[in-house]
């Protein structure tokens, strides 16, 4: 029996900067490597990034980010998040949440100007939202999270729980993914309580920049589309752009090392190589989007 399955590719950190945002919407509309992306709605392209997405097709979601840069929310109003007028960085933010400092009102007020800005910028609320530096599963942060998108009636996220796929083939050696499998397996219960969907797997965590090939890819496809659970679905966080060059970029505070160096650009050769398309149709694999998958979510009812 073939394997049958649906795979989501999507790229986050859509509007992060113009070398980022014009790889992803090579990946997309040139050969199709890639099917949905997240935005950052504070990042220093996104609000022509926004309309370039809606004018190529490209399905397009909420990237939440309450770690890196200049929030909307006015900075005083928020100070749980904040240092110094900035979000408190993914190490700071993971300190403070887990020792219990993060404020879910601050939480709540931020997200809510940032599916606003979307609704204001689109046209529409997102479908999806996820989060930047899978902040939207931390403690304290979690409930807040469910809640203002069960008040906007946004059923969709991600589960970054990858554990169950890669175990101790790959192993999650960096010790904030292994953090953020525990708090995924946390979520779990959470958006069951709150009716928030997710893909049924995930892989992205280890096959991040230089660990992505192709090898990696097929070894853990194949862990999560046996020929036993058909009809699984599966996403993929990718990280594909080019490099950045100069200054400009970021959110609020300039392009970061990643986006300097050349583990975006590996991504992409890695997605857009002939020998993937080909593994995935041999497999009986399904790219699909964030649309295609919420309108499945849609049919369970």
Known sequence: MKRVGKLLINADDLGYNEERDRGIFQCFYRDNSITSASILANGSTSQTAIVQALQIGIPVGLH??????????????????????????????????????????????????????????????????????????????????????????????????????????????????KYVD???????????????????????????????????????????FTEESLNTNCELMVHPGFRCAGEEGGCGQGPDDFSRSKYREHEMAVLRNRRFKKFLEDQNIDMVSIKDICEEYSSYK
């Open 64 to 177: 939440f980010n309450i770690t890196e840069g200049h929030p909307l929310v006015e900075p005083s109003k928020i100070p749980s998040l904040v240092q110094k007028g900035m979000f408190l960085g993914k190490e700071n933010f993971v300190k403070s949440a887990r020792s219990s400092y993060i404020n879910p009102l601050h939480v709540k007020q931020e997200l809510k100007a940032q599916i606003n800005w979307f609704k204001r910028v689109s046209g529409s609320y997102p479908i999806r939202v996820d989060g930047h530096q899978h902040a939207h599963i931390m403690p304290l942060v979690r409930d807040a999270f469910c809640e203002v998108l069960n008040e906007y009636g946004i059923k969709q996220t991600r589960l970054p729980l990858e554990e169950d796929i890669v175990k101790k083939d790959l192993g999650l050696q960096n010790s904030f993914f």
């Open 182 to 224: 525990e708090c995924s397996k946390d979520c779990l219960t959470t958006f069951l309580k709150y009716d928030i969907k997710h893909t049924d797997k995930f892989i992205g965590s280890s096959t991040m920049g230089i660990n992505m090939s192709f090898e990696s890819l097929r070894n853990l496809l194949l862990k999560a």
